[in-house]
């Protein structure tokens, strides 16, 4: 049944037991995985062996979010590596129509992710080529940051294209999300919530997954999810 998706991000699991952390999120609708590269951002995480490591540990598809310089070269990689989605930033990309191609053509869906401060009218042109956007609601780089409400506009004029047909991306937001959060996000039309610390920090990160999605669902009954 179509439903508002919840991304469980890794980097706020045991980095000893990521199979395990992966496990204990079952039911989540993707397992969002930020790849850093101590440049682009100012912190190191994984890259492409673990990535690969990881997709043998599960049939959860993986949102591989590169935190890194260069992604016109290195972000092929993830796709042929079978993740699911595949996101560059477009303050990294140097050719981000190019790389949208040919992340689709290894089979991957391409996200596009736009930091705090980066507006989004510039790239709308460049979205066209994308399947998902990734609107950053606190600066990459680390877990547990406090959420940006500013950057609802982006995600309110991302929903507004997508509705009246102009524009067909999944809107997912990243940063920040958690329970008192997220009604914002729902309400001003996110599909894709991507929360850290607010899964990994529970008691019980299975359930805090299946909380969260139902909290969306009570703050938007109106809405209609993609299938
Ligand atoms: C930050 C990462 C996020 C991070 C979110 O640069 O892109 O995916 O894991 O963590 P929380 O949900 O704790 O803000
Ligand atoms: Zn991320």
Redesign the pocket.
């Known amino acids: 049944m179509p439903q508002p998706l919840i991304a469980p991000?890794i980097?706020?699991a045991d980095f000893a037991r990521l199979a395990d952390e992966m496990l204990a999120v079952k039911g989540a609708d993707w397992l969002?995985v930020?790849v850093m590269d101590a440049h682009f951002?100012p912190n190191l995480t994984l890259g492409l062996p673990v990535v690969q490591a990881l997709l043998k540990a599960t049939t959860t598809p993986l949102d591989c979010?590169l935190?890194i310089d260069d992604p016109d070269r290195w972000a092929i990689g993830y796709a042929e590596a079978g993740a699911y989605n595949v996101t560059v930033h477009v303050e990294a990309a140097r050719d981000p129509v190019a790389l949208a191609r040919d992340l689709r053509a290894a089979g991957a869906r391409a996200g596009l992710s736009v930091k705090p401060d980066t507006p989004l009218e510039p790239h709308l042109e460049t979205l066209r080529h994308y399947d998902t956007l990734l609107v950053m609601s606190?600066e990459?780089?680390?877990?547990?940051?406090s959420f940006i409400p500013e950057v609802l506009e982006k995600v309110r004029t991302a929903r507004r294209l997508v509705d009246t047909g102009h524009l067909q991306v999944l809107v997912e937001i990243?940063?920040?999300?958690n329970a008192d959060t997220i009604d914002a996000a729902a309400e001003a039309g996110v599909d894709c919530f991507?929360?850290?610390?607010?899964v990994y920090g529970a008691d019980d990160p299975a359930r805090a997954v299946r909380a969260l999605r139902e909290q969306v669902i009570v703050a938007t009954p109106h809405r209609a999810w993609a299938g």
Request: proline share 4%; aromatic share 4%; hydrophobic share 40%.
């Open positions: 991000s980097l706020s969002h930020d951002v979010h935190m606190v990459p780089g680390f877990g547990g940051q990243d940063g920040g999300i991507v929360a850290g610390s607010a």
